[in-house]
């Protein structure tokens, strides 16, 4: 298990479009865990494989108040969008920045599980939101792409202080998350 460094707005490894997975091995398990034990440790509700620089079609969630119901979806695919939400988004690549996204309500999912099995299955509140981030991330998409010019030049204005404050902060204090 490893935690990997997770990449930050405006890096334009962020901006590339995810391959596909095709064949589920152990190389792809080793790397579910890795993000996992990433997305545990930041902490976050919801990482995707690009933001650590793997640029693989794999997302990891765990929306439960217990952090003990972990899901990887492979090759996730949108199939529904239902109705339209709007949320306070957070993202661990765009730290200190939370602002309102507007977002399909009900979405339907479909997936490859960890063993290679085909998921196919409805989702709502939180977790439809996270997987509606995650896939964008898989797309090169960032949640302040849907923010106004101004608010989206506040954010990396706000990432760059997040990131001088970190360097001066001794290891054991720094607070990164946003679950
Ligand atoms: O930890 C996270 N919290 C969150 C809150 C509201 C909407 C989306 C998210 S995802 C985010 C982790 C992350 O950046 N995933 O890509
Ligand atoms: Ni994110």
Do not use: W
Request: include cysteine; charge should be neutral; hydrophobic fraction near 40%.
């Amino acid at each position: 298990m490893a935690i990997l460094p997770i990449l930050e707005f405006p890096d334009e490894r962020l901006r590339k479009k995810a391959k596909p997975v095709a064949t589920v091995d152990a190389a792809t398990r080793q790397l579910i865990d890795d993000l996992l034990e990433t997305m545990y440790a930041a902490p976050g509700i919801g990482l995707a494989a690009n933001q650590v620089n793997v640029q693989q079609r794999i997302i990891v969630l765990d929306v439960s108040e217990e952090k003990n119901a972990p899901l990887a979806l492979i090759n996730p695919e949108l199939l529904d969008k239902q109705g339209q939400e709007e949320s306070d988004e957070g993202c661990l690549s765009v730290p200190g920045v939370y602002e309102k996204v507007r977002r399909a309500e009900k979405i339907r999912v479909r997936a490859l599980d960890r063993e290679g099995g085909a998921l196919e299955f409805d989702a709502e509140g939180l977790l439809a939101v996270c997987i509606q981030h995650e896939i964008d991330h898989l797309e090169g998409k960032l949640f302040v792409d849907y923010l106004s010019p101004l608010k989206r030049q506040l954010a990396r204005k706000k990432v760059r202080k997040e990131q001088r404050q970190r360097a001066t902060q001794p290891e054991p204090t720094r607070l990164r998350g946003v679950a």
